[in-house]
C-alpha cells in the first residue's frame, strides 16, 4: 500500500556542502558590460565566441596553425584549448584584446584532471583516500599550476557514477557510489576555483559528461544508455548538482544518448533540469566534436542541424568541430535558428569571462612568467606523496606480512610495471613527465638502501609507440620473461610482485571486455606464489580487477592505482610501514567479470540471493557478492565498534537524527579509520536500494584509544524520486548501519514520522 507523501519538492543535495562558492557578482555592471558587448556584435562575432578552438603542443611548445591568428582577430573563436605557457597565451591573448574589433578576450582550457606537472592520485584513488579536504587541497595545487602557464579552464572534474568496471573512464571518476561521488565534486570544484574566480591562481572547473556517461552500456565507450529518469535523478545526477551547489560555473556535455536523445541535444538536460531547476548560471560546452556526431546518431540530415539542435538544446560552445561558426549564421538568416537563442548562449560565455575577471586584465593568468617556478615545487610533491599514500588499500595482509622490515637484504621486485615511469602517472596526465615520476622500483630502492634490490620484469614491458602497439604490447601472451623472474624470486628474502594495467588499457577508449589480469601475469604469479617466497602483490589499475585466485594464494595484496609523480615513495612508505595504509574502496571488486555492473547499493528483488535454494537470484558458478566490498580496506592495526546510539527514534520531516558510535583502535600500531554510516528505506512506495552510502568520517587513533564519531542525518537526506515524480521523503522505519565497509557495522533503527511543516 501506497503510504503519503511527507513532501514532494525539490531541494538541494543534503549533507555534503552544496552552497555556492565564489566573489560577491556586481550583477548590474555584469549585465551591462554584456549588453554593451553584444549590441555591438555582428552576429559572425557572436558565433565567435561560441567557438572553442584546439591548439597544439609540440617538443618545443605550443603550436599556432597557419590562419589561426587572423581567426582570432576576426573574432571567430572564443577560446582555445590544448594550449599554454605563459608566454605564448599572452601573445595570442593579446591579438584577441588589441588586434580585433571588440578586444574580449580568450579562453585558455586544458584537461588538468589529476594535476598538471605535479601529477596526483587517479581520481578513482583520490576517492579511495574518503577525505574530501586533501582531494580539494590537490586541485588546489593543480589549479596553481595550471593557471601559472596561462590556463584558466579546466575540463574537470568528471563525476560520472560508473557502476561497470569495463569502463575505462571509471578510472576518472569517484567510482559507484553517489553520495562519495557528489562529495568529491564539490571539493574538486572548490580545488579548482578557490573563493575568488577572479585570483588569478584559479580556473574555470567543468563538472563532466552531462549525464549518465557512466552508465553506457557493456561498460563500452561512447555508447547508448537507458536509464529511468528514477535512476538518473537518484544515481547519475547528485554528483553534478552537488557541482553546480559549490560553485562551477561550467558543464560539458556528454557524448551517450538518454531515451534516444543524445545529451548534447538534450534541452530537458540542459535547460530544464540545468538551468531552469538548478540555477546554472555558467556556461556549457560539448564534448569534443560532439555536435559533429549528431549525425552519426542519426537526429541531424547535415552539420547545420545537428549545430542548430545542439545550441538550441543548451550547448553554448562548440567544441572543436566549427560547426557554430561555419554554419549556424546562414540559418539564423534563413529563419532556422533564433538570434535570440544565439544571444543567450554569448551572454553566458562572456558571463563566465566577466567572473573569471578576464575584462578587468586579460592577462591576469600569463603576465608574471616566474609563477611557472611553482611546477612540481618540493611543497607540491610532498602533497601529492600525501594524498597517494592515503589512496592505497590494503585488500589482504595473511600472518602480518607487511608492514616489510627495513632490514631486509634481498629484494626482488618482479613486473614490467614496477618500472614502468609513463605508467605511474596513470591516464590524462596533462603536462606531467614520466622523468619527474618515481617508480615502484625507484621507491623500494631509495627507501632501502642497504639492501639488494633486483629486478625482473616477468611479463612484456611496453615501449613507447601507437596506442594499437602499445595495448597489443600490454595484452602480450609472451612467457619468456618467467624463468628470470623465478630465479630472482628465489634468490629473494621477500617478492613484491607489481601486475595490473598499463595505462594504455584504462582511461577513455579503453573500455575491456575482461577486467581480469591482463596477458600473462596470472601465470606468473601461480609460478612465484608456488616457490614458497613471501610475496606482496602490489595492483597497478585504474579500475576494479576480478583477482579471485590472487585473493586466495596470495597473502598480501595493496591496491595501489595510478598513483601519479610520488607513486614509488607512496608505496614503500606503506609496504615499510612508515605510513598506515588508510584508502578504502570507492568500487566494489568482482569475483568475475560476468557479475558487472556491480555495486552495493542495488535494488533488492522479489527473490533475494540464498546459496541454499535454487530459484533465487544468484549465479551457480560464483558467489552473488563483490570479492571486496565497497568502502573496504584493511590497516595495520584492528578497530572495534561499540555503543551504537540514536539521538532520538522518531523524527519529522524538519529533524535531523544524531548517530554516534565509539571506535576503538585494539592493535599495535597508530592507524586511520573511515567510518561509514549507511540507511535502508525498509518499506517505501517505490523500491529502494538495499543500503545507501550517507555519511563517513576519517579519524586516526593511537594504539587502545577510543574515539566517539558522530554524524547529523538530516530527514531530507532520506529523499527519492517518487511515483509521481518530485522528491519525496516517506514515514516508516529506517534501518541504519556504521562499521568499516558496506558489508558489516552496527545495526539500529528509528521511525519517520509524518509532518505538517513545510519550506
Avoid at 42 to 49: M, P, R, S, V
Avoid at 201 to 224: M, V
Avoid at 430 to 459: H, M
Avoid at 565 to 579: F, I, N, P, Q, R
Amino acid at each position: 500500500m501506497l503510504r503519503k507523501h511527507l513532501k514532494k519538492a525539490l531541494f538541494s543535495l543534503l549533507i555534503v556542502a552544496t552552497t555556492a562558492v565564489g566573489q560577491p557578482v556586481d550583477r548590474a555592471r555584469e549585465d551591462s558590460l554584456i549588453e554593451a558587448l553584444l549590441a555591438r556584435m555582428t552576429l559572425e562575432e557572436k558565433l565567435g565566441q561560441l567557438t572553442l578552438y584546439n591548439g597544439g603542443m609540440a617538443e618545443t611548445g605550443p603550436v599556432v596553425r597557419e590562419g589561426e591568428p587572423d581567426a582570432i582577430r576576426r573574432g571567430r573563436v572564443g577560446a582555445v584549448m590544448n594550449f599554454f605557457g605563459a608566454e605564448a597565451v599572452c601573445a595570442m591573448q593579446r591579438q584577441a584584446v588589441e588586434e580585433s574589433r571588440l578586444g574580449i578576450p580568450l579562453l585558455f582550457a586544458l584537461d588538468v584532471i589529476h594535476g598538471f606537472r605535479t601529477i596526483f592520485p587517479v581520481p578513482l584513488a583520490e576517492a579511495a583516500t574518503f577525505d574530501p579536504a586533501l582531494v580539494e587541497q590537490a586541485a588546489r595545487v593543480a589549479a596553481g599550476e595550471a593557471s601559472a602557464v596561462g590556463l584558466n579552464w579546466t575540463f574537470a572534474p568528471m563525476v560520472d557514477i560508473a557502476r561497470d568496471a569495463r569502463w575505462g573512464r571509471i578510472v576518472e571518476g569517484s567510482g559507484e557510489d553517489p553520495y562519495l561521488g557528489a562529495v568529491m565534486a564539490a571539493a574538486r570544484v572548490r580545488g579548482f576555483q578557490g573563493r575568488d574566480l577572479r585570483d588569478p591562481t584559479t580556473i574555470l572547473a567543468t563538472a563532466k559528461h552531462f549525464a549518465a556517461y557512466g552508465a553506457a552500456e557493456a561498460g563500452r565507450d561512447y555508447n547508448t544508455v537507458d536509464v529511468s529518469e528514477r535512476t538518473l535523478r537518484e544515481v547519475y545526477l547528485p554528483p553534478f548538482e552537488a557541482a553546480v551547489r559549490a560553485g562551477a560555473l561550467s558543464i560539458m556535455s556528454a557524448f551517450n544518448e538518454i531515451g534516444g536523445v543524445p545529451a548534447t541535444a538534450n534541452r530537458w538536460l540542459l535547460t530544464d533540469v540545468l538551468r531552469n531547476e538548478w540555477g546554472f548560471e555558467g556556461l556549457v560546452v560539448s564534448d569534443w566534436t560532439a555536435i559533429w556526431e549528431l549525425l552519426f546518431h542519426g537526429i541531424a540530415a547535415d552539420s547545420a542541424e545537428a549545430g542548430r539542435k545542439a545550441l538550441e538544446a543548451g550547448v553554448d560552445m562548440d567544441m572543436v568541430s566549427g560547426i557554430y561558426v561555419r554554419k549556424l549564421a546562414e540559418e539564423v538568416r534563413a529563419g532556422r535558428l533564433s538570434e535570440a537563442v544565439v544571444d543567450e548562449a554569448v551572454r553566458r560565455v562572456l558571463r563566465v569571462k566577466y567572473r573569471l575577471g578576464l575584462f578587468e586584465d586579460p592577462y591576469r593568468y600569463c603576465r608574471d612568467v616566474s609563477r611557472e617556478q611553482v611546477l612540481l615545487s618540493p611543497e607540491h610533491r610532498r602533497l601529492a606523496r600525501e594524498v597517494a599514500r592515503k589512496a592505497i588499500v590494503l585488500l589482504k595482509n595473511e600472518g602480518e606480512l607487511l608492514p616489510l622490515a627495513d632490514t631486509l637484504q634481498r629484494v626482488a621486485v618482479i613486473g614490467a610495471l614496477a618500472n614502468d615511469s609513463a605508467s605511474v602517472l596513470g591516464p590524462w596526465a596533462a603536462a606531467g613527465r614520466p622523468e619527474d615520476a618515481v617508480t615502484i622500483l625507484e621507491g623500494i630502492r631509495s627507501a632501502l638502501p642497504r639492501a639488494t634490490v633486483r629486478y625482473a620484469p616477468g611479463y612484456a614491458e611496453v615501449p613507447p609507440g601507437s596506442f594499437q602497439e602499445m595495448v597489443a604490447a600490454a595484452l602480450s601472451t609472451d612467457t619468456s620473461g618467467f624463468a628470470e623472474a623465478e630465479a630472482v624470486a628465489r634468490w629473494a628474502e621477500v617478492v613484491i610482485l607489481v601486475l595490473g594495467e598499463h595505462r594504455e588499457l584504462s582511461g577513455e577508449a579503453a573500455s575491456r571486455a575482461s577486467v581480469e589480469l591482463p596477458g600473462v601475469q596470472l601465470a606468473l604469479a601461480r609460478r612465484l606464489l608456488a616457490l614458497g617466497r613471501p610475496v606482496v602483490v602490489v595492483l597497478m589499475n585504474g579500475r576494479p580487477l576480478a583477482i579471485p585466485e590472487l585473493a586466495a594464494l596470495a597473502p598480501a595484496i595493496v591496491e595501489a592505482w595510478f598513483l601519479g609523480t610520488e607513486m614509488g615513495h607512496a608505496v614503500a612508505d606503506v609496504l615499510l610501514g612508515k605510513a598506515s595504509p588508510g584508502g578504502r574502496l570507492p568500487v566494489s571488486f568482482p569475483r568475475a567479470t560476468g557479475q558487472e555492473p556491480l555495486y552495493y547499493n542495488h535494488k533488492p528483488t522479489g527473490r533475494p540471493p540464498r546459496a541454499e535454494e535454487k530459484y533465487t537470484s544468484k549465479y551457480v558458478d560464483v558467489p552473488w557478492t563483490p570479492l571486496y566490498p565497497f568502502g573496504y580496506g584493511l590497516t595495520y592495526t584492528t578497530f572495534a565498534y561499540d555503543s551504537l546510539r540514536l539521538s532520538r527514534r522518531r523524527l519529522g520531516l524538519d529533524d535531523t537524527l544524531e548517530v554516534v558510535v565509539s571506535v576503538t583502535n585494539t592493535g599495535r600500531r597508530r592507524g586511520e579509520e573511515v567510518v561509514q554510516l549507511y540507511v535502508r528505506d525498509e518499506v517505501a512506495s517505490v523500491t529502494r536500494p538495499v543500503k545507501e552510502l550517507k555519511g563517513f568520517a576519517r579519524v586516526e587513533l593511537a594504539p587502545g584509544e577510543t574515539k566517539a564519531v558522530r554524524f547529523r542525518l538530516p530527514v531530507r537526506a532520506l529523499r527519492f524520486w517518487g511515483l509521481e515524480g518530485g522528491w519525496v521523503v516517506e514515514p516508516g522505519w529506517f534501518t541504519l548501519w556504521v562499521g568499516p565497509s558496506s558489508a558489516e557495522g552496527l545495526q539500529a533503527r528509528f521511525e519517520v514520522v509524518a509532518s505538517e511543516k513545510t519550506n
